[in-house]
């Protein structure tokens, strides 16, 4: 049986790589997890592209604002030190290159670092893009958190995407269950292995060139 | 005496005609002019074209306004949600024309309307599907795609607090799209909770100066910045909440 | 003997144009004169584009500020209603088409519009813009402000422009010592003379076109 | 925790090398980082380019910098000012390399550096002798030039108060160019008058966010803002005064 890190064990791995004074956006759905393992004590500032820089966790409920909101349109707070912003502004920050981190979701990711994580391409779908693009070739580091097998036991991780890219080259990390992999001239690295995965065991499961 | 405070809502948004561009600010649910825009529901136009991030949200604002058929189409990053089901219904049936624009190209393409930018070079979208028929170009090494700017007719947005010059502060992320629509419609319409003195808002603190403004009307205070007032808020989807014990309790957990 | 009126006065006149509510920016120079002559109680936002809607009128002498100039770099005030910005919003105001009139002077002007106010485009000068090319191509309405003729007597409202260009086809009037001048399908129109100027005592002074 | 405030100006400017760009703040004496530059000027760096408004005021500040011959070339809008003689003799005696930039292109296209813009059409100096070997384009009918970001190694600018993340907040129109510039290099370092607690800018009221921001340290309190302080200001050509009675009354003119 292959070692599987749950979602909470990913978010605590991802958030146990950032290091303070980092300026991160942790995208929509299972990457906002990551805000919840963040090391206490460390100050890490939060983006989120919706206008707010340090944002903070959630609200109690009886403190709920419907005027502060993340990407995903969540309730936050926000930490002394914040700061608001408008929409041009806070794209300009994601694009202009001044987060240090995000954290997207996957389709796929291949090795040469494309990333596709906006629309499986299925015909009929409504398109929606929101603001993944401009994260992914924004951020100085793009990290990647993902399940490493679909639901059909394909992996996300390919030699090219077939999907719909979101951004061309810009992964830096992809985060499995099974293990993390750094994209490095055009290949996936076997950064660490979870549990009892190896690099023959990934190979084995993913099918690619790995070193 | 310069004074672009208007009596209500109706009288912002009159003279709207067929055919218009209207920009709609708000993100989601924050900062969403939803007076202005039930304004616009009775206020007859049709025939639009709407800019917003979003394409409605339930079966009010501007999902309403889609419903009656008065939107012919739609520029916007995230027309897909949970809530969307009036768009969604339109766009399978073919009825409504839909141009999918990432968010920070969107942003960016309402600032450079507003501050005369002819067209930009954009980092986003390079390699992608939406890149299809724009002008690539590698500066520095980096592609880049041209992009355009977009302009309206109309810009409908939602504020904090106005002056009667139309200056304007805004309110946590319900700022959002509000100032680059304010600067990139010809006739920009703002509902604010309150219009206050000229000279009380520090000029340091303004956020859309007034030049940027045409009307602005108020519709009294937001209903969460009265005590006891009503809990607003969303679940992790998106979804409004019926009552304030929905919400997961998450503030400790850093 | 022609008449002329003095530079107080064709500020004044200047001023007298100026609608209640207009959004005005008066350059650098004798144009923010103008300034003085605005009509009391009525409600009109200058604009400097260093960073400020609302300008007022110049301090007593102990209440300046350093921080608070004009373009000029002259003290002034901020009135009621005021708002500060940066320089990159400052000129999106002006480039994007916001302010209703600037007033700008002249070297030469063009019956076809064109502005020269920058650069005699003599040899060895040192060049600077600042933000005449910005404010000749932003406003809705360019204003001139110059006298008519030259210190050697050549007329300043010229057939084309023989120094380097400020802005093409900007110009919408010029106020001038002798008369007032509408840019109308690449000629000049007077739009009204001062005393006994005519025009075709203007015609004579000018060597132009007139109608 | 993050601090980004440092001891003194020497330790705020340490690091920077010969031949880098480094941007000034200011628009004539308003917001310059006077004590940034003359630890500058006390650093030692040369071959610089400088991309700043004006080239220098007399013998202090970036006219000191110049006078030391450690600039080879100054990127800037207006270097002809009545007190910029450091500067002309330079420029005359072919000493010194000058680009003109109008002034709305060089606050643009420092935004557009930070803002990671390839590139962009301007309006500004189409058929002027700065189009010369530019890319013109017709864009709606409109012709435009296209213009490139200016990036800096270094910015030094000045603001009113700072908090250890490095947030911001400016006073009038000394705010000037420090917002772009802050956002446009890769180091951003930052004199204020004084450092104030984490939580006490309002966050609706910063006008630089703190991830633009690098170093920042304290000058202490600009003297006009004493009771009885200096009086500041410049007479009609831009002269500073040597006492408050030159300068011209007006305030009740209009």
Redesign the interface.
Known sequence: MTTRISRAELAARIAADIP??A?VNLGIGAPTLV??F?P?GL?I?L????????MG??????R???????A????V??L?????????D??????????DICVLGAFQVAQNG?LANW?TGAA?A?????????LA??AKQVFVMTDLLAKDGSSKLVPACTY?????GCVTRAYTDHAVFDVVDGRFRVHDAFGDNTVDSLRALTGLELS | MIDKTVTDAAAAVAGIVDGSTVMIGGFGRAGQPVELIDALIAQGAGDLTIVANNAGNGDTGLAALLAERRVRRIICSFPRQHDSWVFDGLYRAGEIDLEIVPQGNLAERIRAAGAGIGAFFSPTGVGTPLAEGKEERTIGGRRYLLEYPITADVALISALAADRWGNLVYRETARNFGPVMASAAATTIVQVDEIVPLGSIDPETVVTPGLFVDRVVAVGRRPWLDADGFIGGVDIEGRPLADAADIVQTEDAR
């Open positions: 303070e004074g300026v805000a919840d963040l206490a100050e500032i983006h989120t592209e919706n206008g707010l820089l340090g966790p959630s609200p109690k409920a009886d709920i604002d419907p005027d502060l909101i993340n995903g349109k969540q309730p707070t926000a002394p030190g914040a700061a608001y912003f408008h929409h041009a806070s794209f300009a920050m994601m694009r202009g290159g001044h987060l494309d629309s009929g409504i398109p929606a893009v929101g603001g993944a693009m401009d070739i924004g719909p890219l979101t951004g061309v």
